[in-house]
């Protein structure tokens, strides 16, 4: 059998996406369900001082309002949900931290009755001090989200490697610059929606999220069910972008089945989705100390994400972010600390590339900035300060399988470089710029598979990795069918089902190819062992070594004798086989002291790049893209149409947080929860050119590496350099919007005049 790995495989239901036929969770019908809604708080943050439901109870078709004190009033319900902190009550129970946050759920026979009898639920509130910025609400005296973190701390990592306090006193040249990226959202066009029923003490749900079993775990820690007493089901999920990891509006809608005795659907609104999860916002002070010949020797950074009201995953991402922010820069003297603040805006959970696009659009602008001053080119001073093989990162682990030569090499021939920027227009400018980063994967976490083989033949993947138009499932079933030497249209994938598919930790984090697939090689080499055992007691073959091929045993140096597995399964009156896999790191960052964090934390590093041209109109600021390429090292290839697919969607997915996206608070309220105030890239934000690399290694054995997020990261500090090549402008703020491109060149001609005044005086 040829190899499947390394050729494009088509979705089997490729027509159906396109058509608009594909049955997601949104199409999903119980018989007999009824619709919920939830009531939401207008406020920041107040005291929830009494909840009248009369007037709702009596409008048309309701069936109930739920509260808080329904909730706490169920003995055998824990009213908090969040791993690791239990921190968000499924329904505000003495105060609402952030607006949007749900106070009562009202359950109607249709959801226009539901929709139509939230406004006469009627909530008194006592107005509590609220913050929406992380820098302010970390000072001492600001409003205390959770009265047991006076301080508004979620969480608090350190590393420290060497010394950097005498390196930056050393060093001859010392800069130091500040760097924000606002809150955003991650627009899946589906939105959340769930389905919920109970039956004889177990709850059930079909929902759209990431990490089904994740859920699970969480639903039956609400509900105080045994294990596997909660069954989740996904189908297909109509994009995720780390918005539906985790527990979300599930807790709300069992709680709401749980109480009317009846299988409930949630589908939330567009603002409902924007108020439900967000981007981290994030503040990043960053110092380098560099030689005069461009050499890094020492980098201080503190960042804070700002949560949002509720944990949710802040907790280890503040730690992820702390292991990326170095950069893929060997620095051999390093202080960094991050945090994640609680305040009073929407929760913040991952965003493509989590916790890292905001660390690189810093550490990746101010290279720059150390390039010009140094009259350096940039990308031969990233050349110069490159990670490479056996490096020793700041966490104190050997890396290996390092690319990043390779990666600026393809971002040179891909941009020409070397070239300038072909004349523009009087009135505008061109230029062009580029970024690397370095991220880790989630370090530990847990993939499980079974592949069964069944009586026709058929190859079935169990597995819990969600399908959201990534190409998980062609994926998965080209490992299989690779591993098992069979043809790809062989293999079968369902949805999960944690009743039925194993466990696995979640798809994100760039994490399923590699974890899922090693998964299911284990899972196909636990299966070829049992046919072999099968085949060896049937057949009398006395031991001989039996190799498997297109589905069929053959002794070596017996070609001529060829057992079909499916004439073994028959044979052993077997209809099925199966075989189980498991891929599990017991090492990572959550497993670290916060505090003092060393060793080993990622199975490997993605390694990811960005180069773009622009053009600036110098009169009004505005951005035209003109080309983007976007590179990445992915070891083993799959399938290289869809890493070339994800290569541009990592680029233009970039250009939103880039160039325009960004949510507003007014008076502690988001402004802009729709898609007609908050924009995302359409096809005419689209580069005209957009190209893509994904860097193979040579050795057939080469891990597999998840490109998801590989190259999004590089996106904004790319197109910002590229501002700044053009126009001696640094924006420090993201998105370059045109008035702050505008305003930024406007600060940095009176800069170049005084400084041209001075040098004639």
Same mark, same amino acid.
């Given at each position: 059998?040829?190899?499947?790995?390394?050729?494009?495989?088509?979705?089997?239901?490729?027509?159906?996406?396109?058509?608009?036929?594909?049955?997601?969770?949104?199409?999903?019908?119980?018989?007999?369900?009824?619709?919920?809604?939830?009531?939401?708080?207008?406020?920041?943050?107040?005291?929830?001082?009494?909840?009248?439901?009369?007037?709702?109870?009596?409008?048309?078709?309701?069936?109930?309002?739920?509260?808080?004190?329904?909730?706490?009033?169920?003995?055998?319900?824990?009213?908090?949900?969040?791993?690791?902190?239990?921190?968000?009550?499924?329904?505000?129970?003495?105060?609402?931290?952030?607006?949007?946050?749900?106070?009562?759920?009202?359950?109607?026979?249709?959801?226009?009755?539901?929709?139509?009898?939230?406004?006469?639920?009627?909530?008194?509130?006592?107005?509590?001090?609220?913050?929406?910025?992380?820098?302010?609400?970390?000072?001492?005296?600001?409003?205390?989200?959770?009265?047991?973190?006076?301080?508004?701390?979620?969480?608090?990592?350190?590393?420290?490697?060497?010394?950097?306090?005498?390196?930056?006193?050393?060093?001859?040249?010392?800069?130091?610059?500040?760097?924000?990226?606002?809150?955003?959202?991650?627009?899946?066009?589906?939105?959340?929606?769930?389905?919920?029923?109970?039956?004889?003490?177990?709850?059930?749900?079909?929902?759209?999220?990431?990490?089904?079993?994740?859920?699970?775990?969480?639903?039956?820690?609400?509900?105080?069910?045994?294990?596997?007493?909660?069954?989740?089901?996904?189908?297909?999920?109509?994009?995720?972008?780390?918005?539906?990891?985790?527990?979300?509006?599930?807790?709300?809608?069992?709680?709401?089945?749980?109480?009317?005795?009846?299988?409930?659907?949630?589908?939330?609104?567009?603002?409902?989705?924007?108020?439900? /999860?967000?981007?981290?916002?994030?503040?990043?002070?960053?110092?380098?100390?560099?030689?005069?010949?461009?050499?890094?020797?020492?980098?201080?950074?503190?960042?804070?994400?700002?949560?949002?009201?509720?944990?949710?995953?802040?907790?280890?991402?503040?730690?992820?972010?702390?292991?990326?922010?170095?950069?893929?820069?060997? /620095?051999?003297?390093?202080?960094?600390?991050?945090?994640?603040?609680?305040?009073?805006?929407?929760?913040?959970?991952?965003?493509?590339?989590?916790?890292?696009?905001?660390?690189?659009?810093?550490?990746?602008?101010?290279?720059?900035? /150390?390039?010009?001053?140094?009259?350096?080119?940039?990308?031969?001073?990233?050349?110069?300060?490159?990670?490479?093989?056996?490096?020793?990162?700041?966490?104190?682990?050997?890396?290996?399988?390092?690319?990043?030569?390779?990666?600026?090499?393809?971002?040179?021939?891909?941009?020409?470089?070397?070239?300038?920027?072909?004349?523009?227009?009087?009135?505008?400018?061109?230029?062009?710029?580029?970024?690397?980063?370095?991220?880790?994967?989630?370090?530990?976490?847990?993939?499980?598979?079974?592949?069964?083989?069944?009586?026709?033949?058929?190859?079935?993947?169990?597995?819990?990795?969600?399908?959201?138009?990534?190409?998980?499932?062609?994926?998965?079933?080209?490992?299989?069918?690779?591993?098992?030497?069979?043809?790809?249209?062989?293999?079968?994938?369902?949805?999960?089902?944690?009743?039925?598919?194993?466990?696995?930790?979640?798809?994100?984090?760039?994490?399923?190819?590699?974890?899922?697939?090693?998964?299911?090689?284990?899972?196909?080499?636990?299966?070829?062992?049992?046919?072999?055992?099968?085949?060896?007691?049937?057949?009398?073959?006395?031991?001989?070594?039996?190799?498997?091929?297109?589905?069929?045993?053959?002794?070596?140096?017996?070609?001529?004798?060829?057992?079909?597995?499916?004439?073994?399964?028959?044979?052993?009156?077997?209809?099925?086989?199966?075989?189980?896999?498991?891929?599990?790191?017991?090492?990572?960052?959550?497993?670290?002291?916060?505090?003092?964090?060393?060793?080993?934390?990622?199975?490997?590093?993605?390694?990811?790049?960005?180069?773009?041209?622009?053009?600036?109109?110098?009169?009004?600021?505005?951005?035209?893209?003109?080309?983007?390429?976007?590179?990445?090292?992915?070891?083993?290839?799959?399938?290289?149409?869809?890493?070339?697919?994800?290569?541009?969607?990592?680029?233009?997915?970039?250009?939103?947080?880039?160039?325009?996206?960004?949510?507003?608070?007014?008076?502690?309220?988001?402004?802009?929860?729709?898609?007609?105030?908050?924009? /995302?890239?359409?096809?005419?934000?689209?580069?005209?050119?957009?190209?893509?690399?994904?860097?193979?290694?040579?050795?057939?054995?080469?891990?597999?590496?998840?490109?998801?997020?590989?190259?999004?990261?590089?996106?904004?500090?790319?197109?910002?350099?590229?501002?700044?090549?053009?126009?001696?402008?640094?924006?420090?703020?993201?998105?370059?919007?045109?008035?702050?491109?505008?305003?930024?060149?406007?600060?940095?001609?009176?800069?170049?005049?005084?400084?041209?005044?001075?040098?004639?005086?």
């Amino acid at each position: 059998m040829p190899d499947t790995v390394g050729t494009d495989f088509r979705h089997r239901d490729a027509e159906r996406r396109v058509l608009g036929t594909l049955e997601f969770v949104l199409d999903h019908k119980v018989e007999g369900m009824v619709h919920a809604k939830a009531v939401r708080s207008p406020l920041p943050h107040a005291r929830v001082v009494a909840v009248h439901t009369e007037d709702a109870l009596a409008m048309p078709g309701v069936i109930a309002v739920l509260t808080g004190q329904d909730l706490t009033a169920n003995p055998d319900i824990d009213p908090c949900f969040g791993k690791p902190r239990a921190d968000q009550p499924v329904l505000a129970i003495d105060k609402v931290r952030y607006a949007g946050d749900p106070v009562a759920i009202v359950v109607a026979e249709t959801e226009h009755q539901a929709w139509e009898a939230l406004p006469y639920v009627d909530v008194e509130y006592d107005e509590l001090p609220y913050v929406v910025d992380a820098v302010q609400a970390a000072r001492p005296g600001a409003p205390v989200v959770h009265d047991d973190r006076p301080d508004n701390n979620v969480a608090t990592w350190r590393l420290r490697h060497g010394d950097c306090d005498s390196a930056m006193a050393k060093a001859d040249r010392v800069y130091s610059d500040t760097y924000y990226s606002p809150p955003a959202s991650h627009v899946p066009m589906e939105p959340m929606v769930c389905v919920a029923q109970w039956s004889e003490g177990q709850l059930e749900v079909w929902t759209s999220a990431q990490a089904p079993h994740a859920v699970r775990q969480g639903l039956e820690k609400v509900f105080g069910l045994p294990a596997g007493h909660a069954r989740v089901h996904t189908l297909n999920v109509g994009g995720g972008y780390g918005a539906k990891g985790q527990v979300k509006i599930e807790p709300m809608v069992g709680f709401a089945s749980l109480a009317v005795g009846r299988p409930v659907r949630m589908e939330l609104s567009r603002d409902e989705v924007f108020q439900t /999860i967000g981007k981290h916002a994030t503040t990043v002070e960053l110092t380098t100390g560099v030689m005069n010949d461009g050499t890094f020797v020492a980098r201080r950074m503190h960042v804070n994400y700002n949560a949002g009201a509720y944990a949710v995953t802040s907790v280890v991402g503040a730690g992820q972010g702390l292991t990326r922010a170095n950069g893929p820069y060997a /620095i051999p003297n390093v202080a960094i600390d991050t945090v994640a603040t609680y305040t009073n805006t929407v929760p913040c959970g991952p965003f493509r590339g989590a916790m890292t696009s905001q660390l690189a659009f810093a550490y990746e602008s101010q290279i720059d900035d /150390i390039a010009r001053d140094l009259q350096m080119d940039p990308l031969a001073l990233r050349r110069k300060n490159l990670l490479r093989e056996t490096d020793v990162y700041p966490t104190g682990e050997t890396l290996h399988d390092l690319h990043y030569d390779e990666l600026l090499d393809d971002l040179a021939a891909a941009i020409d470089w070397t070239a300038p920027p072909a004349p523009a227009e009087p009135g505008r400018a061109r230029g062009k710029g580029l970024g690397i980063i370095i991220k880790n994967t989630l370090t530990p976490s847990r993939s499980e598979a079974v592949v069964r083989l069944e009586a026709d033949g058929t190859l079935r993947i169990f597995s819990s990795s969600v399908e959201m138009g990534q190409g998980a499932n062609p994926t998965l079933a080209q490992i299989a069918a690779d591993r098992l030497g069979v043809p790809v249209d062989r293999v079968a994938l369902g949805f999960p089902d944690t009743a039925v598919t194993p466990f696995d930790t979640t798809t994100s984090s760039s994490r399923t190819t590699f974890s899922m697939g090693a998964a299911i090689s284990s899972a196909a080499e636990d299966l070829q062992a049992r046919l072999t055992a099968l085949a060896d007691e049937l057949h009398g073959l006395g031991g001989m070594q039996l190799n498997h091929d297109d589905g069929q045993v053959t002794p070596a140096g017996r070609p001529e004798v060829r057992i079909a597995w499916t004439d073994l399964l028959e044979k052993a009156g077997l209809t099925e086989l199966e075989g189980h896999g498991v891929f599990q790191t017991d090492y990572g960052i959550t497993l670290m002291d916060p505090l003092d964090v060393k060793g080993p934390v990622s199975v490997h590093w993605h390694q990811g790049a960005a180069a773009a041209e622009v053009e600036v109109d110098l009169e009004t600021g505005k951005v035209d893209v003109l080309r983007m390429h976007a590179s990445c090292y992915a070891g083993r290839v799959v399938s290289p149409l869809r890493v070339e697919q994800q290569n541009q969607g990592c680029a233009v997915f970039g250009l939103g947080p880039t160039l325009f996206e960004e949510l507003h608070y007014q008076d502690g309220t988001l402004s802009n929860p729709n898609l007609s105030d908050y924009m /995302i890239p359409s096809i005419v934000d689209v580069p005209a050119t957009i190209t893509s690399t994904a860097l193979e290694s040579d050795d057939p054995q080469a891990e597999l590496h998840g490109v998801g997020e590989m190259a999004l990261p590089a996106v904004s500090p790319a197109v910002s350099n590229a501002i700044f090549a053009a126009t001696g402008a640094r924006i420090t703020t993201l998105p370059l919007t045109p008035e702050r491109v505008l305003q930024a060149i406007e600060e940095a001609s009176t800069a170049r005049g005084r400084t041209e005044l001075g040098a004639q005086r």
